[in-house]
C-alpha cells in the first residue's frame, strides 16, 4: 500500500490551512512558501477539495482559502480521497484476478488492510492533528472509536 504525493501533499496543506486559519482566508502562495509544495499543485489540491467541501474559495484583495466544515469534522480520509488518492494493497486492484486471472490465495489478506487503514483514517480528524501540533509531546488521538486488531476477520469490511 502506497500514499502518494498527492495524498500527503494534500493533508499537509490542509493541516497548515487549518492551523493559520483565523476569520480571514489563507492564500495558497503562504501554504506554498511554508510548506515547500509549488503554488500550481497547490492549486490542483484546492481545486479538487474545493469541489468535495472541505474548502472553499474567497476572491479578491485579502482572498484565499478557508475549511468548509468544522475541523473535527474532516477527517484525514475525507482529504485524502477528496484528491483521488487510491489507497489498495491488492495487486490486482481488487478485481481479484491477481493470480492467473483468479483470486490470490492472500487477497481477503489485503482488503482487510484496506479496510483496516481506510477506518484509521477515517478516525483522525484534522482536529486531532491540530491538536497533537500544539503539543509535540502529545500522540494522536482519535475522534471515533478505534479498535485494535482482535477479531479480525479476513475479507470483513
Known amino acids: 500500500m502506497k500514499l502518494t504525493t498527492k495524498g500527503r501533499f494534500a493533508v499537509t496543506a490542509m493541516l ?30 484546492f481545486s479538487q477539495m474545493r469541489r468535495k467541501g ?53 487477497h481477503d489478506l489485503w482488503v482487510s488492510l484496506n479496510t483496516k487503514v481506510l477506518d484509521y483514517l477515517d478516525g483522525l480528524s484534522l482536529q486531532d492533528l491540530i491538536d497533537s501540533q500544539k503539543d509535540t509531546n502529545k500522540t494522536i488521538t482519535f475522534s471515533k472509536s478505534y479498535k485494535k486488531n482482535s477479531g479480525i476477520k479476513l475479507g470483513a469490511a
Open 54 to 106: 472541505l474548502v472553499k474559495s474567497v476572491r479578491g484583495p485579502g482572498g484565499g482559502y478557508l475549511s468548509a466544515q468544522s475541523h473535527k469534522d474532516i477527517t484525514v480520509k475525507n482529504i485524502v480521497t477528496a484528491v483521488d488518492e487510491k489507497l489498495d494493497s491488492t495487486q490486482c486492484g481488487g478485481s481479484e484476478n491477481c493470480h492467473e486471472g483468479g483470486r490470490c490465495i492472500t
Open 16 to 45: 497548515d490551512l487549518a492551523m493559520h486559519e483565523t476569520d480571514s482566508p489563507v492564500t495558497l502562495t503562504a501554504i506554498s512558501a511554508r510548506q515547500s509544495i509549488s503554488l500550481s499543485y497547490l492549486e490542483q489540491l
